[in-house]
């Protein structure tokens, strides 16, 4: 006998039952932990004499109660237990995803649709395993009372009243757009909630997926939508067309502006070239009047120089005059016949025949007949001409 009060040969028995292949006593999908009564992941090895073999995934946390005492605890534990006696809670902390839907009301009494999914685990499988009923029936096939499928239900109904006091802060029109929001202002419910924190579960994941409002109201939002939009196409055209016209006038400014830059440059070149035109002429006036004045210069030089020359030839002239005065006073009282031979003494024969014949012009009132030879002409000519060749 050993020292659990059972034969040998029972213990090798349950021991050979322990080693064999069996099937599971209950299935379920991945993070089904609360989709129903039967547990996943728990499987029973063998019953007899009330003595039961339960062996759990690692994701599974067991509380063996005895006498109302906690005998054993942990996750992804396999033990015997006498099943008269004992009590065995399995609590899944897998995590839990949830989807929802609901109907709830904004600000301005707008119904919409709200559409999400929450993942959830247990944290403290204590405060859940007392609050509500996680005990495995006979055989661990199932739970013995309906709590592990409320569970889910509780975290809805907590997720919706967060959500609905969320959506009563929100118009229709900022709630269809405020998933975000939503979603941070309920997490920060969750993680505030009383219950959360009394059941032992803490909240992975919460999204919501659409915020819908209903058919009639969509319509006339996307109504108001489309009129927007269009009165916004009707203004882009406006706007095109308005900046097509002040394009336009911005050409044409430009142009009238190039014009007038066009003319000014040409008045600029104009008023350069006159102002070029009246240096090029107060620069030749001036030298003229440089020359002018160079001229006046010079005639009042000659002018002096003239007065000076007529001073000269007055004072030479005076100087004459008082000598061929002097010398007529000499000659005044000599008698002109004799000043007449004294003029002719080394005179030409022809200038003395000249004489002679100015005398007779003189005295032609007293000559009668006068004969000239031809000779005597002749003489004189051929003599004139040839002083003159000479």
């Keep these: 006998m050993s020292r659990r009060g059972l034969p040998d040969e029972v213990l090798k028995v349950l021991q050979d039952l322990n080693n064999a292949d069996t099937a599971p006593l209950a ?3 991945p993070g089904q932990g609360f989709g129903g009564r039967r547990l996943a992941g728990a499987r029973k090895e063998t019953s007899m004499f009330g003595i039961q073999f339960v062996k759990a995934q690692p994701n599974i946390y067991f509380l ?5 005492q906690i005998v054993r605890e942990g996750a992804g534990l396999s033990f015997f237990y006498y099943a008269p006696v004992s009590s065995v809670v399995a609590i899944p902390m897998s995590s839990v995803d949830i989807p929802f839907i609901f109907k709830e009301v904004t600000m301005d009494f707008q119904e919409v649709t709200v559409q999400g999914q929450v993942a959830y685990r247990v944290r403290d499988p204590k405060k859940l395993a007392g609050l509500l009923n996680f005990t495995l029936a006979s055989g661990a096939r199932d739970y013995v009372s309906d709590d592990p499928e409320r569970l889910p239900q509780r975290v809805i109904n907590q997720v919706q009243v967060l959500m609905r006091t969320e959506l009563q802060k929100l118009r229709l029109k900022d709630a269809l757009k405020s998933s975000e929001a939503l979603v941070e202002g309920v997490r920060r419910g969750l993680a505030a909630c009383e219950l959360v ?6 909240v992975l994941a919460l999204s919501v997926l659409a915020v819908k409002p ?3 109201t969509a319509r006339a939002l996307e109504a108001e939508v489309r009129e927007q939009l269009l009165l916004e196409a009707d203004d882009a055209i406006y706007i095109r067309r308005n900046a097509a016209v002040e394009q336009e006038r911005t050409i044409k400014e430009n142009e009238l502006n190039t014009e007038i830059a066009v003319e000014n ?3 600029q070149i104009r008023e350069a070239k006159i102002d070029a035109d009246r ?5 030749r006036q001036a030298m003229e009047q440089e020359e002018m004045q160079g001229f006046v210069a010079l005639e009042e030089k000659r002018k002096d120089l003239v007065e000076l020359a007529t001073m000269n030839k007055k004072s030479e002239a005076d100087a004459q005059a008082y000598g061929m005065k002097a010398l007529l006073d000499t000659f005044k009282n000599i008698d002109p016949k004799v000043m007449q031979v004294l003029g002719n003494v080394g005179m030409d024969p022809a200038q003395l025949i000249a004489g002679a014949f100015q005398n007779l012009a003189n005295n032609a009132d007293k000559i009668g007949n006068l004969n000239i030879a031809p000779e005597l002409l002749q003489g004189l000519l051929s003599q ?3 002083e003159r060749r000479a």
């Design 384 to 386: 004139d001409r040839i």
């Design 64 to 68: 063996q109660y005895r006498k109302g």
């Design 27 to 29: 299935v379920g999908t």
């Design 279 to 283: 240096a090029v002429q107060e620069r």
């Design 197 to 202: 924190e009394q059941l032992g579960i803490e």
């Design 214 to 216: 209903n058919p009639e």
């Design 265 to 267: 440059k040409k008045r």
